[in-house]
């Protein structure tokens, strides 16, 4: 049974989803104003990770992320940049699904772009005018917060001790204030200022505010209510107390059924901002790491707990991928390389059921709130325990079988977090200058660095089958010059690549 933390409940409970075999969620995706930033990224990965072992839990999950593409941040830059909106939107949404794949975040089932959705808004907005929860002054349209007997439910606040937390601009710049019949109100629609974004609507010309776009989307996508609601915590007030309050005061049923939020990302303990300078954009960071290292980081703290990012963790975070890598060519080279008829020298039975253990723990720690930090533990665990298992031993057929059944639980688990280490682990970073190295001294005709190395240890080996012990010691310190450690063995010469 997975039981996961519900903000709305200030608890862990149990996680039914109301569809059987199905999870529906939904998390609110980005502002489409600028490249995003490893905060936005962290949020992003966290429910991506949420979502992958919901999918090998085998739910099938359909997952909604919206792309904001209309606001006041892209209406300003599209006016500093004399670009229209839909420039700067179109730009910013590009760049988001390319930092997404390059971040190695799954595609949401549907990603729909508020723009595209106006209509369902407008709908919506109009039933809660039908209803008596929101009220229209001169083209503008507001929900009347004190309609609603549940506002504050979610983010635990009382209406009458609560301060305004919606200061908003009308489109013209005019403070909203003056206009609404309760400073608490906030807008469903906006009406138009020239120049700006605008849709007919039976209000006039104008446009949608901010949370109105995730009620119509969830709505129409998911239908209500649905399982799960993501987002970062900052969302928790006002954005998603007004969604809920919307969706609910609107359609008459319950909206989520479950509401999580990932904790904030800070950058070397302070607050992420751009005049401490400590400002990240996530493609910026992966220009210099892996993006299963800084994913790797990610998972080493609970989704709930604040993450504290810093170079130098990341740093470690790619160690400690390094390591796991390197326990896995280790290992794959021992299973094809072992030894008909050698003594079974390991405990075979003891590793496999090992494994297995690995998995149930790590079913046990991510079905208690997706503890990641856990789950990546056992599989420490289990690389470590890999690595004793080839020390000093030749591996027998039975042994490699044994250990190839670790490795696979290695690879699959960390598949599942959303870390995807190749089949041939640790060969993917071989330096290019392999291939003209063997082009050079073994006269290797192709441009693939791993079949550049075996061409160079064949042309080694038969340099010493032919006492040619010149040749042969070119070839072993042209590799050992690019990094690699060649270790002969009964089985033949083993080659490791430290990146
Ligand atoms: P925004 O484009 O500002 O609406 O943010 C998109 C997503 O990123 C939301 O779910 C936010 O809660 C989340 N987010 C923004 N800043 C951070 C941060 N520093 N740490 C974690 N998540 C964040
Ligand atoms: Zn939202």
Redesign the pocket.
């Known amino acids: 049974m997975i039981r996961l933390y519900d903000t709305r409940q200030h608890k862990k409970v149990d996680f039914t989803p109301l569809h059987e075999g199905e999870v529906r969620m939904y998390?609110?995706?980005?502002?489409?104003y600028n490249r995003?930033?490893?905060?936005?990224?962290?949020?992003?990965i966290s429910f991506d990770m949420i979502r992958r072992y919901l999918e090998w839990a085998g739910y099938e999950v359909t997952f909604v992320q919206n792309v904001?593409d209309v606001d006041d941040k892209i209406i300003n830059r599209a006016a500093e940049e004399g670009r229209t909106a839909a420039e700067v939107a179109a730009e910013y949404t590009e760049a988001f699904i390319q930092d997404m794949h390059a971040a190695g975040v799954a595609d949401p089932t549907i990603r729909p772009k508020a723009t595209e959705e106006i209509p369902a808004m407008i709908e919506l907005v109009q039933s809660l005018v039908d209803k008596g929860h929101a009220y229209v002054v001169d083209g503008d349209v507001y929900f009347s917060v004190r309609s609603d007997p549940r506002y504050g439910t979610l983010s635990g606040r009382n209406v009458d001790e609560m301060e305004s937390g919606h200061r908003e601009l009308r489109a013209d710049g005019q403070g909203l204030e003056d206009r609404k019949q309760d400073p608490l109100d906030f807008a469903l629609w906006k009406a138009a200022k020239p120049g700006e974004p605008a849709w007919d609507s039976p209000w006039g010309q104008g446009r949608p505010g901010w949370h109105i776009e995730c009620s119509a989307m969830s709505h129409k996508y998911l239908g209500l209510p649905f399982d799960i609601h993501?987002?970062?915590?900052?969302?928790v007030f006002p954005?998603h107390e007004n969604e809920r309050a919307q969706s609910e005061c609107g359609c008459g049923t319950a909206f989520a059924n479950h509401w999580m939020?990932?904790?904030?990302?800070?950058v070397n303990a302070e607050?992420?901002s751009k005049s401490l300078g400590n400002f990240l954009l996530l493609h910026e960071v992966l220009e210099g790491a892996r993006p299963e290292a800084l994913r790797m980081l990610m998972l080493q703290t609970h989704y709930r707990s604040p993450?504290d990012f810093s170079p130098a963790r990341l740093e470690e975070a790619d160690a400690a991928l390094t390591r796991v890598e390197n326990a896995l060519s280790a290992a794959d080279w021992a299973c094809q390389n072992a030894v008909d008829g050698a003594p079974d020298a390991l405990d075979g039975e003891a590793l496999r059921a090992r494994a297995q253990t690995c998995r149930g723990a790590f079913a046990a720690a991510m079905d208690d709130d997706f503890n990641a930090p856990a789950a990546l533990g056992g599989i420490f665990t289990l690389v470590g325990e890999v690595n004793t298992a080839l020390a000093d031993n030749t591996l027998s057929v039975m042994d490699a079988e044994a250990v190839a059944c670790a490795t696979d639980a290695i690879r699959e688990l960390l598949a599942v977090l959303g870390i995807a280490l190749a089949e041939d682990a640790g060969t993917a970073d071989y330096p290019e200058e392999v291939v003209t190295l063997a082009a050079d001294v073994a006269g290797y005709g192709g441009a693939d660095a791993m079949e550049a190395v075996e061409a160079l240890l064949e042309a080694r080996a038969l340099a010493r089958s032919e006492k040619d012990w010149a040749r042969a010691d070119a070839v072993r310190d042209g590799l050992t010059g690019l990094g690699f450690a060649i270790e002969d063995t009964p089985q033949g010469a083993k080659v490791t690549y430290e990146r």
């Open positions: 998390v609110c995706g980005p502002t489409v995003i930033h490893i905060g936005n990224a962290r949020t992003f904001t993501g987002g970062g915590q900052d969302l954005h939020h990932s904790g904030m990302l800070q607050k992420m993450l």
